[in-house]
């Protein structure tokens, strides 16, 4: 089996966010990044997936930048620490929306061949959950979002996988290759261990410039535009009360809500 | 011109609240585009969907029905909804942000080269929506390029439309092709509740952390929800325990609601919860931590221990109504 895994640099989730005076984006100074914690789940079932299944390979992909503030890079190595095989980036300094990002991810499925892709089923930043679907539409594939269990056939020719919708779990069923989008309680990622972290430095990271996918008929033209980015408004904190029955009382008289 | 198409998901023969939201949501882009709101149900045996939903004020609904469609696959339901959109010349297409509607909304928005409006919760008459991003923490504008566009509306963000009005009824039948549809349904278990639906409800508890186990949320809680005819919810840290089925989750990667009353106990308030309820009218939070940051946007704040004020609440409610 081949199994790319997409991984995106967001910033840590436990950063606090901050929005730049002219709304163009938001500030990154001091910003902690990391790989998007969705992918870092699809990254760890990719991984799983391998060492069931003899022979297997799991490649990393990302579309992002290669230098500083950007470096994608980082991200990768850790994922290659993790136990990833091989990484690819396409390299853009352009924040690309969710359809570009599905077209260049399956320019890489075209040269690459995997039997399934696992990505997160959204980025923590964007928060578009968009990008796994978009894909599965553009390769005419299979898809099966927010899993929380995915299993392969014995012959790896069809995978079973439990979604979480909003009424309990679905399962569907569907020949490879396929997409699959993790959702959080799909497994718990590994950390990547030192013996990883040496590996990771002799493993392939190839990186490809976006223009050499436009050359091969890539589009990048987005069909969003940023217009501006702003903070949210802001809620007043209220009191606190003192007693369980000041409590009540004052939501019966003065919130009239119970 | 400016016609819009509200895909309108249904359950058990029935429209849920979310779709109530489609409706209104797709009303207000009609107005604001210049065009006329029709809706579309799939599947089979949908008589008596598409008469409510015409009733609903959708000019046309579309009645698509296909044993193929008898359970929502991604596959499927894309490749009707593109054949309806191009024969009917529809320029938008909406539909709630459910775990359906995410799941459909990208996948068709690539199929038509449209852009896609994920999880908006405000639709201008410019082109432009509005969403949240980074779990909250900011508000997008975004231009949504061409005439042809996709949006995924956040259900907390429109009222529920009512009924004022009578559509007819169009029966269309699509073309779907044997060899590209692969998904196969096989089962759907359903989390069976006596309560309220979380997205519905006009009360939501919430639990975290703080309850300790499965059986508090049980014992210590429940009582409380059920005294205040609540639906229950509850943090992500909870479901990872296992104290709770993952449908209860609030937040950033969960259920997004706004009750009119949100009653948070033993959970601390990250961003990523709050982005999933900071919207509801009256927010409490019980929490021995007076620190918590939930505290940061309560309306009214109790520092206590949970399992002395939970109890205590659920007698002085029970009181009040009696
Ligand atoms: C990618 C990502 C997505 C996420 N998505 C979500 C999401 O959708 N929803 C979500 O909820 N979280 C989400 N999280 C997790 C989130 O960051 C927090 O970890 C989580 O919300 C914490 O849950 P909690 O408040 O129950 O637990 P804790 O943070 O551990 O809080 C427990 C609280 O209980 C209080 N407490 C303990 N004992 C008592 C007592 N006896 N009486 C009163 N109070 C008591 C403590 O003071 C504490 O404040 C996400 C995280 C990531 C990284
Ligand atoms: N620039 C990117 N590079 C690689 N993968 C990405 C990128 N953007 C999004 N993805 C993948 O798509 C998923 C959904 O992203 P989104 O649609 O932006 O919420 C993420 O969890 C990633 O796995």
């Known amino acids: ?258 | 011109m400016g016609d819009v198409l509200v895909f309108a998901e249904h359950q058990h023969g029935k429209f849920p609240k979310t779709t109530l939201v489609a409706f209104a949501a797709g009303k207000d882009a009609a107005t604001k585009y210049g065009g006329a709101c029709h809706a579309v149900v799939l599947g089979t045996g949908t008589d008596a969907l598409a008469n409510e939903a015409a009733a609903y004020g959708m000019q046309t609904v579309f009645q698509v029905e296909n044993p193929k469609l008898e359970h929502y696959l991604a596959d499927a339901y894309t490749a009707a909804l593109a054949e309806l959109v191009k024969a009917k010349g529809i320029e938008t297409v909406i539909a709630t942000a459910t775990a359906m509607g995410k799941d459909l909304t990208p996948r068709l928005a690539a199929r038509l080269n449209a852009p896609l409006g994920a999880d908006i919760s405000e639709i201008n008459a410019d082109g432009t929506v509005m969403r949240a991003m980074y779990a909250g923490n900011v508000f997008a504008t975004l231009k949504l390029a061409g005439t042809t566009r996709v949006i995924s509306v956040r259900a907390t963000a429109f009222e529920a439309a009512t009924k004022d009005g009578a559509g007819k009824i169009e029966k269309v039948s699509v073309t779907l092709a044997e060899g590209a549809l692969t998904m196969q349904f096989v089962g759907l278990e359903e989390m069976k509740s006596d309560r309220p639906v979380l997205t519905e409800a006009r009360i939501v508890v919430s639990g975290g952390r703080g309850l300790k186990n499965g059986e508090n949320f049980k014992t210590v809680l429940e009582p409380l929800v059920d005294e205040l005819g609540a639906a229950m919810g509850a943090s992500r840290a909870a479901v990872d325990a296992g104290f709770v089925p993952n449908d209860l989750q609030v937040g950033q990667t969960g259920k997004v609601v706004a009750p009119e009353l949100y009653i948070a106990v033993g959970l601390s308030g990250a961003i990523q919860h709050l982005a999933g309820m900071k919207d509801s009218k009256v927010i409490v939070a019980i929490n021995k931590d007076a620190e918590a940051p939930i505290f940061q946007v309560a309306d009214y704040g109790l520092v206590a221990d949970l399992f002395k004020a939970v109890p205590e609440m659920k007698e002085a409610v029970h009181k009040l109504k009696s």
């Open chain 1, 1 to 258: 089996m081949k199994i790319l895994a997409t991984v995106k640099r967001v910033p840590d989730p436990e950063t606090s966010i901050k929005v730049k005076p002219d709304g163009s984006g938001i500030v990154t100074d001091n910003v902690k990044w990391v790989i998007n914690p969705f992918d870092e789940i699809a990254i760890e079932e990719a991984l799983r997936i391998k060492e069931k299944v003899a022979g297997s390979e799991v490649v990393l992909v990302s579309i992002g930048g290669n230098a500083a503030p950007n470096d994608v890079k980082e991200q990768l190595r850790t994922g290659l620490a993790m136990g990833a095989d091989g990484a690819i980036l396409v390299v853009t300094d352009a924040a690309l929306e969710p359809l570009v990002v599905a077209r260049a991810l399956a320019k890489l499925v075209e040269t690459e061949k995997p039997d399934l892709v696992v990505m997160g089923k959204q980025a923590i930043d964007d928060d578009s959950n968009a990008a796994g679907q978009m894909l599965a539409e553009l390769l005419g594939w299979p898809q099966a979002t927010f899993a929380s269990k995915v299993e392969l056939s014995g012959d790896q020719k069809s995978a079973t996988v439990i979604r979480e919708v909003d009424g309990g779990l679905e399962t569907l069923r569907f020949p490879l290759p396929g997409i699959v989008t993790a959702d959080l309680r799909l497994n718990e990622p590994r950390y990547a261990s030192l013996p990883g972290i040496m590996k990771a430095r002799k493993k392939e990271l190839k990186e490809i410039p976006i223009g050499d996918l436009e050359k091969a008929g890539l589009d990048v033209s987005g069909r969003t535009q940023l217009v501006k980015m702003e903070p949210p408004p802001k809620r007043q904190a209220g009191k606190l009360v003192e007693s369980v029955d000041q409590l009540v009382e004052l939501l019966h008289t003065e919130a009239k809500v119970i």
